[in-house]
């Protein structure tokens, strides 16, 4: 099985900036996508960025220009720099890994990490 481990959530004033990590862990020989959701209460889980293993980023509207995704293959790790915070921002974030593959040859689909709460004060 693979494990994803957030951290770096937490509070931030309007205009500001936070970092998200989220490392896998497992028996894991590459993971094709590693990416970052939210989710507000009462709402669906909205994508905020997505990185391929080869560096092709992706990222939900309202967080474009302002959030960057990256990610380290060799660490199984992907970061989420977070700036000109919004109130609206405020949400749990969620890490996402897609179509993993293990050391065995299984193929496992869209793990998700147990969230970071990230609150933006206006």
């Known amino acids: 099985q693979v494990q994803l481990v957030e951290s770096g959530g937490g509070l931030a004033q309007a205009g500001g900036s936070l970092r998200l990590s989220c490392g896998a862990s497992?028996?894991?020989?590459?993971?094709?996508?590693m990416g970052w959701y939210r989710q507000v209460s009462g709402q669906q889980r909205e994508l905020v960025a997505a990185?391929?293993?080869?560096?092709?980023?992706n990222y939900g509207d309202s967080v474009k220009g302002r959030f960057t995704v990256s990610r380290d293959n060799a660490k199984n790790m992907v970061l989420l720099e977070m700036s000109s915070l919004k109130p609206e921002d405020t949400a749990i974030y969620y890490c996402?890994?897609?179509?993993?593959?293990?050391?065995?040859?299984?193929?496992?689909?869209?793990?998700w990490g147990q969230g970071t709460q990230v609150t933006v004060s206006s």
């Open positions: 996402n890994a897609d179509l993993v593959r293990t050391v065995a040859g299984t193929l496992i689909y869209n793990n």
């Open positions: 497992g028996s894991i020989s590459s993971i094709r996508t």
């Open positions: 990185i391929t293993r080869d560096g092709r980023s």
